[in-house]
């Protein structure tokens, strides 16, 4: 027991040391804390009230018939309605609703189009549904979809009783806004300054003035200064989440909250901030100097920065793109603080997000130890 309090007492000697330089670093402060704060009062403030002037809807035809499919065709004809073909089922246009993918889904049932043998004319009623948290949206929908039956209502029956209607009714779930998706992103963008950025300037710094070289005549082993400064990166970006939370709560520009369990978003954001950490630390630990390091942290960390969702949603992307940019580190912690914060799922539905952030840490740690060297 005394050899183990040993061994890591020079691990918590440098993440002292660590945290304290970062407060006694204006600079580091800046970036740390107030830079994700920039970004994200720029983007609330321009994401944070929804300007559409068109509708992004899934068309669910359970009718499948000729008259459907015209009506259908008619619907997509005016400009306003931008239909989702690639969603077939209503569950998987719940689902893309709930994310704010879509703004409400349009049922044409089977009977939507019937002749009825009593009037011998065509009826149906057509269904609406739409976010709870987006009443503005299914209100405008209803009026639009008012509008296409008054002039099929009209074709068909002229001024008798109108045959087919529309029912409007809120999901049970609400969608998320463009600021739900943002935020996580943002998260995962702080998290890439501090674990990239960090140690790539710090390190190649380090070996030029000699101190690692001094470090290495000591006793002190590679996997104690490692995990001290992986211990002093993980406070600094729960203290950077924290604050940025906090504003995102505090400040009704966002109007944000936790959806899930604060204790399982604060060990993702750990995990999180250890993986990226270590894909530094592999980059410092190798250059020699900040020329060798600055250029191939811009090349690792350019593609997360764009492709793993941290300013615009992956859905965006091409397919193929999607699939791609899926295995970058990134991705799978952004996705899951979004899980977590945003939709409030527990810790089952983002095992395979932790299971991906794991095996990227085993493979990235395995390469920064081999190649981190003293000087």
Do not use: C
């Amino acid at each position: 027991m005394q050899k183990v309090k040993q061994a890591l007492l020079p691990v918590f000697v440098f993440a002292t040391i660590d945290v304290r330089r970062l407060f006694r670093d204006k600079i580091a402060i800046f970036f740390t804390f107030l830079f994700p704060l920039i970004f994200l009062f720029i983007f609330g403030g321009i994401f944070g009230q929804d300007s559409s002037v068109s509708f992004n809807v899934a068309l669910i035809d359970q009718a499948d018939s000729q008259f459907s499919q015209q009506f259908t065709e008619q619907l997509k004809k005016g400009g306003v309605l931008e239909v989702d073909s690639t969603l077939r089922t209503i569950g998987a246009a719940a689902t893309a609703m709930e994310r704010s993918q879509i703004d409400a889904i349009i049922v044409l049932p089977p009977s939507f189009g019937e002749s009825q043998a009593a009037t011998n004319y065509p009826s149906g009623e057509v269904r609406l549904q739409y976010s709870k948290n987006n009443q503005q949206a299914g209100q405008a929908l209803s009026s639009i979809l008012e509008s296409h039956l008054d002039s099929l209502n009209k074709s068909v029956v002229g001024t008798q009783p109108q045959p087919f209607t529309v029912s409007i009714e809120p999901s049970g779930k609400p969608g998320l806004s463009s600021l739900d998706y943002l935020f996580p992103g943002l998260v995962g963008f702080t998290i890439l300054g501090l674990g990239l950025f960090g140690p790539t300037s710090v390190f190649p710094r380090l070996k030029q003035r000699g101190v690692l070289r001094r470090y290495h005549t000591t006793t002190l082993q590679v996997w104690q200064f490692v995990l001290g400064n992986v211990l002093s990166n993980s406070v600094a970006a729960l203290l950077a989440v924290a604050v940025m939370i906090t504003v995102a709560i505090t400040v009704p520009l966002f109007d944000a909250s936790i959806q899930g369990n604060i204790l399982l978003l604060a060990l993702f954001v750990i995990l999180g901030a250890v993986v990226i950490f270590g894909i530094g630390l592999s980059i410092g630990g190798w250059a020699k100097n900040e020329n060798q390091a600055a250029p191939l942290s811009n090349l690792v960390s350019f593609p997360m920065m764009f492709l793993s969702g941290t300013f615009f949603p992956r859905f965006l992307m091409p397919e193929w793109l999607q699939n791609v940019s899926s295995f970058l580190p990134l991705t799978p912690f952004i996705d899951g603080v979004r899980m977590i914060m945003v939709e409030g799922r527990g810790l089952l539905d983002v095992m395979p997000q932790f299971g991906m952030l794991a095996v990227w840490g085993i493979i990235i740690y395995a390469l920064a130890f081999r190649v981190f060297r003293w000087e």
